[in-house]
């Protein structure tokens, strides 16, 4: 373990007055933007975000077709090589392709209509997508789905007998990520908040960690990345429930609580050294490499929007959200969130330049 990875980060999350006032300066400043002159006046730019992660809302962003609806948007978003991206619902659609500039292209895995979480990988020259599914083929639910970009199912994987489940519903997984040596680490979040680790060919090799509020436990293990920020790859949780992010190494020892008093972290993407994370209640946040704020996306005031599934999204303030689940920053450092909603909601922000 580096010298690094022992020390703690040197901020801790609103740990100060300063995080607490660019909290509040950011709030107002979304919601000051957002408001309109009148009916018959051009509307203003629909704007979050502070200083160098300031973003502009992109109006009707991924728009379907007339007849068609997202159904709930209980997902994730990711990006290919092409720029595509990918969004997961939870309905017939299964996960949409768009273009970056939100037209669609097309559908694919239709079969796995509630996928929660999605990540890209390359691998030899052949594209694929990670995913967990909570919902699939009536004989298939909750399971792992290694596939093609086009949908095609190349791996799968079901509870290990070897890890000592006992009940159908013990294993209910939230997230996958693929480790640098191709190993694989799955979360089982909404079941015991363990982590299993499975080689390339979906072996199961050991699981590790638990439910618990003590360094080392989980409670809901949401979201899972590889960080690459250090000397080192580290696995990171977005440890939801215990409002945390966890660092853990490739062999399943913890390192450290890395931020903490998060609004219940979902998600997690990275553009070098700054993570974006998507935060169930109302709100998506920036962190440096010292995993300290930098500035808050979409912050809500309406505490009655957050985590709230059911709150129409015409109700929500267009440069706000209500339950930020599914997070992906692009390579034009763009960011996309999908609000855990019954009715779908996904937003585009894109970073204004100086």
Not at 283 to 303: H, S
């Amino acid at each position: 373990m580096t010298e690094e990875l022992k020390q703690p980060s040197r901020r801790v999350f609103l740990a100060s007055a300063a995080a607490t006032s660019l909290a509040a300066s950011v709030t107002n400043s979304a919601r000051a933007l957002a408001r309109t002159s009148d009916m018959h006046t051009k509307p203003q730019l629909l704007i979050t975000g502070n200083g160098d992660w300031t973003y502009e809302v992109v109006p009707d962003w991924g728009s379907l077709p007339a007849g068609t609806s997202f159904g709930g948007t209980h997902g994730a978003i990711a990006e290919d090589k092409a720029g595509n991206i990918y969004v997961s619902t939870q309905s017939a659609t299964g996960i949409l392709v768009y273009t970056s500039a939100g037209r669609l292209l097309k559908t694919i895995a239709t079969a796995f209509p509630e996928v929660h979480s999605i990540v890209f990988a390359e691998e030899n020259g052949q594209e694929y997508l990670y995913t967990t599914v909570q919902k699939g083929t009536p004989k298939e639910n909750w399971l792992f789905v290694k596939m093609k970009t086009d949908g095609t199912p190349v791996l799968k994987i079901t509870a290990p007998r070897e890890a000592g489940f006992k009940e159908p519903n013990e294993w209910r997984i939230t997230a996958a990520v693929p480790a640098p040596d191709g190993s694989l680490f799955i979360a089982n979040g909404y079941g015991d908040s363990r982590i299993f680790r499975f080689d390339r060919n979906g072996a199961y090799l050991e699981s590790y960690s638990g439910r618990g509020a003590d360094p080392g436990l989980l409670n809901c293990s949401h979201g899972l990345a590889i960080d690459t920020r250090y000397d080192q790859p580290l696995l990171l949780v977005c440890d939801r429930e215990n409002r945390r992010l966890c660092h853990f190494d490739l062999d399943g020892r913890y390192v450290r609580t890395v931020t903490e008093h998060l609004r219940r972290p979902c998600q997690i993407s990275f553009r070098g050294d700054y993570a974006v994370v998507s935060e169930l209640e109302g709100r998506t946040t920036i962190l440096d490499r010292d995993n300290a704020p930098v500035a808050f996306l979409g912050d809500n005031p309406q505490k009655a929007q957050w985590a709230n599934y059911d709150v129409d999204p015409q109700t929500i303030g267009p440069a706000l959200f209500s339950a930020a689940h599914g997070c992906f920053i692009d390579r034009e450092a763009n960011i996309y969130i999908s609000d855990w909603n019954r009715m779908g909601r996904v937003t585009k922000l894109v970073k204004r330049r100086v």
